[in-house]
């Protein structure tokens, strides 16, 4: 007997109220040209493939851990992944590399964070989850 987790999915989509964008760049960095001025791998434009836009979350993956040093000193020591996406299970799978861009944020009176919008992450971890209803992925500030 198959499980109906209908309700549960509309639970959960409640949630995902960041408008999200999936980009993947298909040629990696083999088809960047070097700035000789400055230094810099300067990627072709366009250079990236819109691969799936919908609702999803971003969300912080927890505060900065807080360190004593040996002088007693305290410190802040930011986590290498500062966030994680939570994306529906139709959305494609993403690769290490992929980009999620965030368009905009449904959520009424503010969104969850105004600073997002438009920023860029890049999927550091595909793999952190799969589940019934949702896919996350840890992903960290690009731009």
């Given at each position: ?43 072709p434009v366009p250079d990236e493939v819109l691969l799936w836009d ?90």
């Amino acid at each position: 007997m198959a499980l109906d987790l209908d309700g549960a999915r509309r639970v959960v989509e409640r949630v995902l109220d960041d408008k999200l964008e999936a980009w993947r760049d298909s040629a990696g960095r083999t088809d960047d040209v070097l700035d000789e001025a400055t230094g810099a791998l300067v990627a072709p434009v366009p250079d990236e493939v819109l691969l799936w836009d919908g609702l999803g979350a971003l969300l912080p993956l927890g505060r900065p851990a807080i360190t004593k040093p040996l002088d007693g000193a305290v410190a802040q020591t930011p986590p290498t992944t500062d966030y994680q996406a939570v994306l529906p299970v139709r959305a494609p799978e993403l690769r290490p590399d992929d980009v999620i861009r965030v368009a905009g944020s449904l959520r009424r009176g503010d969104p969850r964070d105004p600073q997002l919008v438009g920023r860029r992450f890049r999927v550091s971890d595909a793999a952190v989850g799969t589940y019934s209803v949702v896919r996350i992925v840890r992903v960290q500030v690009i731009d």
